[in-house]
């Protein structure tokens, strides 16, 4: 049975709760579909909308190569288009709205237990996605795409939130909306929680 989330505390030996940003704390997986399939539509590169929830986490950039091979598409400044496609999602921040029961755990949380956000996105865009939540200031650490050298599944994201925090990765619980972060946490040895029950 599914517990609700104003039901939900954290497990007796919970140290730290760390939480993914995009589709977990805030409704942003619309806009940033937009993003992509503007700025992709003039290099011809498809974007199923299920492909891309499925790689949801997954750094921009990483995204892009993945895509332009399959599509057999020569893309030569990535940076650039990294940069439309995030400058893209921005145009659509007043949109964003908080998933209300991800966002009533960390405030009823915040002052019990340190928190974390841990994100395959770059800092730019998830501060800003925070601030506009009013948010930023309820976690004492930030991990973004930039702070590690490999991205979910792979768990290095969530092991640098923890060691930020000073907590063993087997005392903290991650909430995640996507099966990659979902196998990251399940990598760093973190409990998982899928918040997308939560969402229907």
């Not at 760390?18 to 539509?41: E, N, Q, V």
């Not at 925090?165 to 990251?184: H, M, N």
């Amino acid at each position: 049975m599914l517990m609700t989330t104003s039901l939900w505390t954290p497990p007796p030996a919970t140290a730290a709760l760390i939480f993914d940003c995009d589709g977990t704390l805030a409704d942003t997986m619309p806009a940033h579909y937009k993003a992509w399939t503007s700025m992709l539509r003039r290099f011809r590169i498809p974007f199923p909308e299920a492909r891309f929830y499925a790689l949801g986490g997954m750094p921009t950039a990483r995204i892009i190569r993945l895509l332009a091979d399959e599509a057999g598409v020569l893309v030569t400044d990535i940076d650039a288009m990294v940069h439309e496609k995030e400058a893209l999602f921005l145009e659509h921040l007043n949109d964003i709205r908080p998933i209300e029961p991800v966002v009533a755990i960390a405030a009823r949380c915040r002052g019990r237990w340190p928190l974390a956000v841990a994100s395959g996105g770059y800092r730019h865009t998830i501060t800003r996605t925070l601030d506009h939540l009013q948010i930023r200031s309820w976690f004492d650490t930030i991990v973004t795409a930039e702070d590690t050298p490999r991205h979910k599944p792979e768990p290095d994201v969530f092991l640098e939130a923890a060691a930020r925090l000073k907590v063993a990765p087997s005392r903290c619980v991650v909430f995640e909306d996507t099966d990659i972060g979902l196998e990251a946490a399940r990598r760093a040895g973190m409990l998982g929680v899928d918040i997308r029950p939560w969402r229907q």
